[in-house]
C-alpha cells in the first residue's frame, strides 16, 4: 500500500498569515492516464468532509481561491493564503491512484492561535 | 446540488449486525464508483470498501474482509454495506463518499 505521511499533525496559525500542510508518500503514484490522483480532503467540526483539492492542485468547485495545492512525485503541499477562521479542523491528504485501498495521511489539524 | 445521505448507523454488541443505507442524489448515480470511510474516535480516516459503477466489482479493507458487504441499487440510487460480526474496533463514523462525501452515520460496538 501507498504510505501518506503528513507535517506537521498540529499547526497553529494566525489570523490572515499563509498556512502550509506538507504530505510525503512513500512511492510515486501516476496512474496509466498519466494523472497523480492526490486530493485534499477538509474535515471541519459538525460538518461533513469535504473534498477541496483534486488531482495534485485542482481546486473544486466553490472551494476559496486561498487553498492551492502543488507538489510532484513523492511531495505534496496543501497552501492557504490567508487562514480565515472558519479554516479551523483536519486536513488529509489522499492517494486514490494504487487503489484499494485509497489511503489516507494521518490528518493535520488546523487550530487558530 | 450533490447530496449522501447515510442512515442505519447504531449501538450494537459485539458480535452483532448492522446495515448501513447511503440515499445519492444530484447526480448521475450509476456512473460513479463509490466507498465507503470511516473514522473511529480521535482518530484519522480509514478506507473501507469500494464498488464499481455497475455493482460488479467491489474491494475490502483487509480489517473488514469476510466481514462487511458492499452492494448498491442504481434502480433506486442507494449504496449500503452490511457489517456481520461486528468488533468493538469497528466503532466509528461511516462516510459514503466518491468525489462528495456525506455527513456520516454513527456506529458504536460495545457491550
Known amino acids: 500500500d501507498v504510505v501518506m505521511t503528513q507535517s506537521p499533525l498540529y499547526l497553529p496559525v494566525t489570523l490572515g498569515q499563509p498556512a502550509s500542510i506538507s504530505c510525503r508518500s512513500s512511492q510515486t503514484f501516476v496512474y496509466a492516464d498519466g494523472n497523480t490522483y492526490l486530493n485534499w480532503v477538509q474535515l471541519r467540526p459538525g460538518q461533513s468532509p469535504r473534498r477541496l483539492i483534486y488531482k495534485v492542485s485542482n481546486r473544486d468547485s466553490g472551494v476559496p481561491d486561498r487553498f492551492s495545492g502543488s507538489g510532484s512525485g513523492t511531495d505534496f503541499t496543501l497552501r492557504i493564503s490567508r487562514v480565515e477562521a472558519e479554516d479551523v479542523g483536519f486536513y488529509y491528504c489522499m492517494q486514490a491512484t494504487h487503489w484499494p485501498p485509497w489511503t489516507f495521511g494521518q490528518g493535520t489539524k488546523v487550530e487558530i492561535k | 446540488e450533490v447530496q449522501l445521505l447515510e442512515s442505519g448507523g447504531h449501538w450494537v454488541q459485539p458480535g452483532g449486525s448492522l446495515r448501513l443505507s447511503c440515499a445519492a442524489s444530484?447526480?448521475?448515480?450509476?456512473?460513479?464508483?463509490m466507498s465507503w470511510v470511516r473514522q473511529a474516535p480521535g482518530k484519522g480516516l480509514e478506507w473501507v470498501s469500494i464498488?464499481?459503477?455497475?455493482?460488479?466489482?467491489?474491494y475490502y479493507a483487509d480489517s473488514v474482509k469476510g466481514r462487511f458487504t458492499i452492494s448498491r441499487d442504481n434502480s433506486r440510487n442507494m449504496l449500503y454495506l452490511q457489517m456481520n460480526s461486528l468488533r468493538a474496533e469497528d466503532t466509528a463514523m461511516y462516510y459514503c463518499?466518491?468525489?462528495?462525501w456525506g455527513q456520516g452515520t454513527l456506529v458504536t460496538v460495545s457491550s
Open positions: 464498488i464499481s459503477e455497475s455493482g460488479g466489482t467491489t
Open positions: 444530484g447526480f448521475d448515480f450509476s456512473f460513479y464508483g
Open positions: 463518499a466518491f468525489d462528495f
